[in-house]
């Protein structure tokens, strides 16, 4: 069973920057699409960013211009840089890894908090 660690997480001012990290218990190359969700308080989970085997990348439009995902096969881990950070994004960030076959495998979460 793939186990999937975020770490990154915490609290920050508006306009601040945070880099979420998520490591994966085996190699990266395994997973042919990896991604970051986020579920605020009373609402559903969504989609942030996700980025294939093969480097495309897709962003929910809330987000564009300020998160850049990326990530590293050689070290089994996917990345968010996260700038200019605001209220709304305050949430819970999981990561997401899904396998050839179809097969989702998640973290466990790690807490953005943006306020002043």
């Known amino acids: 069973q793939v186990q999937l660690v975020e770490s990154g997480g915490g609290l920050v001012q508006p306009g601040g920057s945070l880099r979420l990290s998520c490591a994966a218990s085996?190699?990266?190359?395994?997973?042919?699409?990896m991604g970051w969700y986020r579920q605020a308080p009373g609402k559903e989970r969504e989609l942030v960013a996700r980025?294939?085997?093969?480097?495309?990348?897709n962003y929910v439009d809330s987000v564009k211009g300020r998160f850049t995902i990326s990530r590293d096969n050689a070290r089994n881990t996917v990345q968010l840089q996260m700038n200019s950070l605001k209220s709304e994004d305050t949430a819970v960030y999981y990561c997401k890894a899904t396998d050839r076959y179809g097969y989702d495998s998640w973290g466990q979460g790690t807490q953005v908090t943006v306020s002043s």
């Open positions: 085996k190699s990266s190359f395994s997973f042919r699409v």
């Open positions: 980025i294939s085997t093969g480097g495309y990348t």
